[in-house]
């Protein structure tokens, strides 16, 4: 492969993730294809030891419900730094698992919390945390309290992806992996795809040929970065 510039990097997950992560690698394209719808679900009256929240769009939606008059605990067990700070932000005591769903999982029996816990995801959520909750003997309801609605690419996205130039695709999640693939494919996308994949599943998820691709060492946004950063090395090494 000749010598070649950096390629464009490509974000596809919602908008403050993506500005985020834009700002940590000097700038992207950004193109959600998911946008939150919150939700106001319905929710029993109980005496809740705490709610649980495994994202930003999470506590949002916790705020949202807080506000419209439903009775929600003060104390918030959250599954990472960012979600805890978001949190905070939003008049809960957060606690932060620092982690994923299984440092949470474990961030709670360690508390010896009898409950009841309530978790509020999404309509579409990768790990089952209340049934392991209850595996684990600690009472837990859950409800939906938000859906993330697909969206198209941009025009922008669309005519870099029909382009002879390589893009990096940073994806996040196996579901964001099949949306991607799916617009790529309706958008007739040709570019060399340079996939930078947050686990195996991510990538597995992503059915579309692929001309390099970096699993991130860990399930987080500096194993990310370093993700990315390791496939502009091979890319204009190669």
């Not at 390099?212 to 946004?221: E, K, S, T, V």
């Given at each position: 492969?000749?010598?070649?510039?950096?390629?464009?990097?490509l974000l596809t997950r919602p908008l403050a993730q993506s500005q985020r992560f834009a700002a940590m690698v000097g700038g992207a394209v950004i193109a959600p294809l998911m946008v939150p719808e919150f939700l106001s679900p319905p929710l029993p009256t109980r005496d809740f030891a705490a709610v649980v929240l495994t994202s930003e769009t999470?506590?949002?939606?916790?705020r949202r419900i807080s506000a419209a008059g439903a009775p929600l605990p003060k104390r918030a067990f959250c599954v990472g730094d960012r979600t805890a700070k978001a949190a905070q932000a939003a008049g809960f005591d957060a606690i932060s698992a620092q982690g994923d769903a299984n440092a949470l999982l474990a961030l709670l029996v360690g508390q010896n919390i009898t409950g009841p816990l309530l978790v509020l995801h999404?309509?579409?959520?990768?790990?089952?945390v209340q049934n392991r909750l209850i595996l684990a003997g600690i009472e837990t309801v859950s409800a939906v309290a938000y859906r993330q609605k697909p969206q198209p690419l941009t025009t922008e996205a669309e005519a870099l992806l029909q382009s002879d130039a390589p893009i990096i695709l940073p994806i996040f999640s196996p579901r964001s992996a099949q949306l991607l693939a799916a617009e790529i494919k309706r958008v007739g996308g040709k570019a060399p795809l340079w996939l930078a994949a947050l686990s195996p599943a991510v990538a597995q998820a992503f059915d579309l040929?692929?001309?390099?691709?970096?699993?991130?060492?860990?399930?987080?946004?500096?194993?990310?970065?370093a993700a990315v950063t390791e496939l502009q090395r091979r890319g204009i090494s190669s």
């Open positions: 492969m000749a010598r070649q510039s950096q390629p464009t990097i999470g506590v949002e939606a916790a999404a309509e579409d959520t990768a790990g089952d040929p692929i001309a390099l691709i970096q699993i991130a060492a860990q399930p987080d946004a500096a194993a990310m970065l």
